[in-house]
């Protein structure tokens, strides 16, 4: 179940998963990064959460616990996370699989690290009516 939470607290849980795991620390932000004014939300054991900021873009999704990705990312989804950006590899492939689509591609500010590739959810047919 994913709650709201203060800034504060994800980012504490964030600062947590990040020392606990490289992959993790790769792929977020680190937490004095993270915007006060996004709306936060993390598991009730604080092993996963993310961000959403006030134009619907996720960030700092994370999770310590194979098999929570899915439903962290629908839950994102749920409360309004309709951007991103990830680097390549892994991630754009499985953002695809949540509607995602790929809207922007910038080369990554470190030389030899995967591309940054921004993505968005596109606006249904009868809203853009």
Not at 13 to 23: D, E, H, Q, T, W
Not at 24 to 49: C, H, N, V, W
Not at 86 to 100: E, H, K, S
Request: net charge neutral; proline share 7%; aromatic share 10%.
């Amino acid at each position: 179940m994913i709650r709201h939470a203060t800034a504060s607290r994800y980012k504490f849980a964030l600062r947590s998963a990040r020392a606990l795991s490289g992959r993790i620390a790769d792929a977020t932000s680190k937490p004095e990064e993270m915007p006060d004014d996004a709306r936060y939300f993390l598991s009730a054991d604080s092993q996963a959460g993310f961000g959403v900021t006030a134009d619907g873009t996720l960030i700092g999704l994370f999770s310590l616990v194979k098999g929570r990705g899915a439903p962290l990312v629908q839950a994102a989804i749920d409360h309004g996370a309709h951007l991103l950006d990830c680097f390549d590899g892994f991630l754009p492939t499985y953002y695809r699989g949540f509607g995602f689509v790929e809207t922007e591609r910038v080369p990554n500010w470190t030389p030899g690290q995967p591309d940054v590739v921004f993505m968005a959810l596109p606006v249904p047919a009868q809203a853009a009516a």
